[in-house]
Every structure is written in structure tokens, then in C-alpha cells.
């Protein structure tokens, strides 16, 4: 029952560096999406696929990439890490037609210092 | 565009208290709506949901209806626990701009003291 896994949980970084976030999923969703969660702002889409080899961006896309080679994973590269990256990500996955039930990973935590 | 406003938070309340969070939203076309619940540490994971208006969406003592006409998705629950404390997040889902879009309230933090 593995569902949705990010990796890493925590990570600091300091201000120019580069990182990845792993997301991997075991459901066979077609549709993936990353967020990220600042305080008392919700959840804010940062980029999604619906698909191997088709990925647009979200709402808040600057400072980010993805890409989505297979079904099962969906990393998110931060280049050039800067302050305003510090929140929460969470990775989330959904079935094609069961359009809001999102499955969630348990977040990444990343402080950009 | 699409919009979900829900009541602020931190809700407090005592054990066996009723609970009702607000929500309304804006929305252009016949949304779905949904109830996240997010426990300390945790990613959220679907609480309830409703695809039409007049439904009723209800999961582990929790209910929301969809009302269409007070553009609302109230939740509530008739004894809460110690165990209900999280923060819950009302969103709603369109199919506009060809895929899948959630978008999400800004989140209630409830709160139970035994």
C-alpha cells in the first residue's frame, strides 16, 4: 500500500543551490501534480502531467521544472534556490476522470537559507 | 475564475461539541466538491465529496451538502473527537483548461480539548 512517495521528508538549502524532489506513485494514475503549502495560504499547483511526456504549468511555476518520463514518477527540480522556495511540497496523484480526488504523498519540508 | 472561501481558523472546541466549518465558492461551470482533512505531519487525504447539487457527501461521522443555490459546502459533524484535530480544506474541482484542476480553500485548523 505504498501509494504516493516523496522523497526526501526535510532538506535545507542554501540560497543558489539546485535540488531534486522525488515523487513516485504505485496506482498506475495518469495525472500527477505538485503543490506546495505555505502558511495560511492553501495549497498552491506549482506544475502537473496528465500523462508520460506531457507536463504544463500550474500557478506558481517561476523557479521550478518537471518532467515525467514514465507513469510512475514525477520529480520537481528547484534551480537556484532562493528564500521564497521555503515552504512545503506535496505530490499528488489522481485517476483519469475522477477529476478532485487527489492522492497525496506525506510532503517534503525544504528551508532555503 | 474559481474560488473556494472558507471560515478562519483555529477552531476550539470541546470534546462531543458539534462542529461546522463554512465553506462557499465562485465557480463558472458544475463543480464537484470535496473535504480534505490533513492531520499534523501528514499529506491531506479525502475526507468527503459531492458531485452535484443537492448531494450529500459523508465519511467517518462527517457530512457536507452541496448546495447550489447558497453557492456552499458546509461541513459538520455531530460529536467531535480529540482524534478530529487537523486542519480540513474545502476545494472544489473543474474541468476547465483541459485537465483536472483542484483548487483549494486556505484551510481550517480544528482544534478538540478533552
Known amino acids: 500500500n505504498a501509494g504516493v512517495t516523496q522523497t526526501p521528508k526535510f532538506r535545507i538549502l542554501k540560497i543558489g543551490q539546485s535540488m531534486t524532489l522525488q515523487c513516485a506513485q504505485d496506482m498506475n494514475h495518469n495525472y500527477m501534480y505538485w503543490y506546495r503549502q505555505d502558511p495560511g495560504m492553501g495549497l498552491k499547483l506549482i506544475y502537473y502531467s496528465v500523462g508520460a511526456g506531457i507536463t504544463d504549468k500550474g500557478e506558481v511555476p517561476n523557479g521550478y521544472n518537471v518532467s515525467r518520463s514514465t507513469t510512475e514518477d514525477f520529480p520537481l527540480r528547484l534551480e537556484l534556490a532562493a528564500p521564497s522556495q521555503t515552504s512545503v511540497y506535496f505530490c499528488?496523484?489522481?485517476?483519469?476522470?475522477?477529476?478532485?480526488?487527489?492522492?497525496f504523498g506525506e510532503g517534503s519540508r525544504l528551508t532555503v537559507l | 475564475g474559481d474560488s473556494v472561501t472558507q471560515m478562519e481558523g483555529p477552531v476550539t472546541l470541546s470534546e462531543e461539541a458539534f462542529l461546522t466549518i463554512n465553506c462557499t465558492y465562485t465557480a463558472t461551470g458544475y463543480p464537484s466538491l470535496f473535504w480534505y482533512v490533513q492531520y499534523p505531519g501528514e499529506g491531506l487525504q479525502l475526507l468527503l465529496k459531492?458531485?452535484?447539487?443537492?448531494d450529500k457527501g459523508s465519511n467517518k461521522g462527517f457530512e457536507a451538502t452541496y448546495r447550489k443555490e447558497t453557492t456552499s459546502f458546509h461541513l459538520e459533524k455531530g460529536s467531535v473527537q480529540v482524534s478530529d484535530s487537523a486542519v480540513y480544506f474545502c476545494a472544489l474541482s473543474d474541468q476547465g483548461g483541459g485537465y483536472q484542476k483542484v483548487t483549494f480553500g486556505t484551510g481550517t485548523k480544528l482544534q478538540v480539548i478533552p
Open positions: 459531492a458531485t452535484k447539487a443537492d
Open positions: 499528488a496523484s489522481s485517476r483519469t476522470g475522477d477529476a478532485g480526488e487527489l492522492f
